[in-house]
């Protein structure tokens, strides 16, 4: 049954939707191998998103919604203009810095892409930066935005791989901080090669004192969540009502940016995408009963010999094929696939599932930057009206920066694991 991983794959290749294709697959499969099997299907399927953390999907879905339309972005920008804008390359630190703000918020890449990238491509365009790289700055820097906490590819791996949600929110911390940085550097040194810079006074500390005022009730939430779920107060799940409360408070009262009206369209964006996602988890709960009851990961493992004993060996592999993967398969497909997969190989080996679910997060929202799916670079190329291969001279240097980082985060497991010991212990 092995071979129908290849199927699989092709049905993919050809544009058949995600969800579809793994349950058809499965259901094949049974009624090859037996089709009394097919008594499963809808248990399966309900078993699969019968699960009180999912509860979180559409909560900070409907966080960021409301958050994306209520000027919260605005304000980051301008806090982040405040620090970095004066440096070498200040305006695309500028969208790397709101990028993580603003990941923090909402947890989502084409969020942030939007929504910086809207705001931010203009005024770079404007101040003299070469659009190809303005517009490749903002996809790439948008990456960080399902590796900093909140996070939905991070719950959904934790559903899958009954690991602590909580656990992976910490852990993601320090590998988006990574990427941001590394993006800030290969700025920093396109910005002193091409003489970008805004300004040549940097912002005193009365300045950005006020510059943070106006931003500091965005920023302090991530801080809420983190902290409410490393102090016990509330649970990951309940950590997302305590984000939609505080969004509503935020936009509604404080910034005073949305009204009631805007909650219908908000609520409907809402109920899409996370009918589309429950959708996935289910056929993806039952491709992983599939999978287990046809010893599949097994079969893998044999296939693979000695390199499976290896950590090194096969997180190289796993890296290798989930970057080729992630070039045409979303981030949330590509996590529902393969978990099932590679998680029994990873276990094996005897490597941390808490360090992998970041690796996979890492390695597969750079594929969110490549061709041919990309979906934050048509994001982008769409504001800033260019196609997207002229975006590649400016964007293979900032791919090769965040594969530097996926290196250190697969090789070095502190990096992942030594906040999660530190505050869970």
């Given at each position: 049954?092995?071979?129908?991983?290849?199927?699989?794959?092709?049905?993919?290749?050809?544009?058949?939707p995600?969800?579809?294709?793994?349950?058809?697959?499965?259901?094949?499969?049974?009624?090859?191998?037996d089709?009394?099997?097919?008594?499963?299907?809808?248990?399966?399927?309900?078993?699969?998103?019968?699960?009180?953390?999912?509860?979180?999907?559409?909560?900070?879905?409907?966080?960021?919604?409301?958050?994306?339309k209520?000027?919260?972005?605005?304000?980051?920008?301008?806090?982040?203009?405040?620090?970095?804008?004066?440096?070498?390359?200040?305006?695309?630190?500028?969208?790397?810095?709101?990028?993580m703000?603003?990941?923090?918020?909402?947890?989502?890449?084409?969020?942030?892409?939007?929504?910086?990238?809207?705001?931010?491509?203009?005024?770079?365009?404007?101040?003299?930066y070469?659009?190809?790289?303005?517009?490749?700055i903002?996809?790439?820097?948008?990456?960080?935005?399902?590796?900093?906490?909140?996070?939905?590819?991070?719950?959904?791996?934790?559903?899958?791989?009954?690991?602590?949600?909580?656990?992976?929110?910490?852990?993601?911390?320090?590998?988006?901080?990574?990427?941001?940085?590394?993006?800030?550097?290969?700025?920093?040194?396109?910005?002193?090669?091409?003489?970008?810079?805004?300004?040549?006074?940097?912002?005193?500390?009365?300045?950005?004192?006020?510059?943070?005022?106006?931003?500091?009730?965005?920023?302090?939430?991530?801080?809420?969540?983190?902290?409410?779920?490393?102090?016990?107060?509330?649970t990951?799940?309940?950590?997302?009502?305590?984000?939609?409360?505080?969004?509503?408070?935020?936009?509604?009262?404080?910034?005073?940016?949305?009204?009631?009206?805007?909650?219908?369209?908000?609520?409907?964006?809402?109920?899409?995408?996370?009918?589309?996602?429950?959708?996935?988890?289910?056929?993806?709960?039952?491709?992983?009963?599939?999978?287990?009851?046809?010893?599949?990961?097994?079969?893998?493992?044999?296939?693979?010999?000695?390199?499976?004993?290896?950590?090194?060996?096969?997180?190289?592999?796993?890296?290798?094929?989930?970057?080729?993967?992630?070039?045409?398969?979303?981030?949330?497909?590509?996590?529902?696939?393969?978990?099932?997969?590679?998680?029994?190989?990873?276990?094996?080996?005897?490597?941390?599932?808490?360090?992998?679910?970041?690796?996979?997060?890492?390695?597969l929202?750079?594929?969110?930057?490549?061709?041919?799916?990309?979906?934050?670079?048509f994001?982008?190329?769409?504001?800033?009206?260019?196609?997207?291969?002229?975006?590649?001279?400016?964007?293979?240097?900032?791919?090769?920066?965040?594969?530097?980082?996926?290196?250190?985060?697969?090789?070095?497991?502190?990096?992942?694991?030594?906040?999660?010991?530190?505050?869970?212990?």
């Amino acid at each position: 049954m092995i071979w129908l991983i290849g199927v699989l794959f092709v049905l993919i290749l050809v544009g058949a939707p995600i969800a579809f294709s793994l349950g058809s697959i499965s259901i094949f499969g049974m009624l090859l191998s037996d089709p009394e099997l097919l008594v499963n299907v809808p248990r399966k399927l309900f078993s699969g998103i019968d699960n009180f953390t999912l509860v979180a999907v559409p909560l900070f879905i409907l966080a960021g919604e409301i958050m994306t339309k209520g000027g919260i972005s605005k304000r980051l920008i301008d806090f982040s203009k405040t620090i970095v804008g004066p440096l070498p390359g200040g305006l695309a630190m500028v969208v790397i810095l709101a990028s993580m703000f603003f990941s923090a918020l909402t947890g989502t890449a084409i969020a942030a892409a939007a929504a910086i990238g809207g705001m931010m491509i203009p005024a770079m365009n404007k101040e003299g930066y070469d659009v190809r790289f303005s517009s490749s700055i903002v996809a790439s820097a948008s990456t960080i935005g399902p590796i900093i906490p909140p996070s939905i590819v991070l719950i959904l791996y934790g559903v899958i791989a009954s690991v602590s949600i909580g656990d992976l929110f910490i852990a993601g911390v320090i590998p988006g901080v990574l990427m941001g940085l590394a993006l800030m550097v290969y700025s920093y040194i396109v910005g002193k090669k091409m003489n970008y810079r805004s300004s040549d006074r940097m912002a005193t500390l009365k300045e950005i004192a006020v510059g943070a005022k106006d931003a500091i009730l965005a920023l302090i939430m991530p801080l809420i969540i983190i902290g409410g779920i490393v102090s016990g107060v509330f649970t990951a799940t309940e950590s997302g009502v305590i984000a939609v409360v505080y969004a509503i408070i935020i936009g509604m009262f404080v910034y005073k940016e949305i009204t009631i009206k805007d909650f219908w369209p908000i609520l409907l964006d809402t109920a899409k995408t996370t009918a589309t996602i429950i959708f996935l988890i289910g056929s993806a709960s039952l491709f992983i009963w599939f999978l287990s009851y046809h010893s599949i990961p097994n079969q893998i493992i044999d296939m693979l010999g000695n390199v499976a004993d290896s950590p090194i060996m096969l997180l190289l592999i796993i890296n290798i094929i989930l970057l080729i993967a992630g070039t045409f398969i979303d981030t949330i497909s590509a996590v529902s696939i393969f978990t099932p997969l590679f998680l029994p190989l990873v276990l094996a080996a005897g490597i941390d599932p808490i360090h992998f679910g970041i690796v996979m997060s890492v390695n597969l929202t750079i594929g969110m930057v490549t061709p041919p799916l990309g979906v934050c670079l048509f994001v982008t190329s769409s504001i800033a009206q260019i196609s997207v291969p002229r975006m590649f001279r400016y964007l293979i240097p900032q791919i090769i920066a965040l594969i530097i980082v996926l290196i250190i985060v697969t090789y070095i497991p502190d990096v992942v694991l030594f906040p999660v010991e530190l505050f869970v212990e």
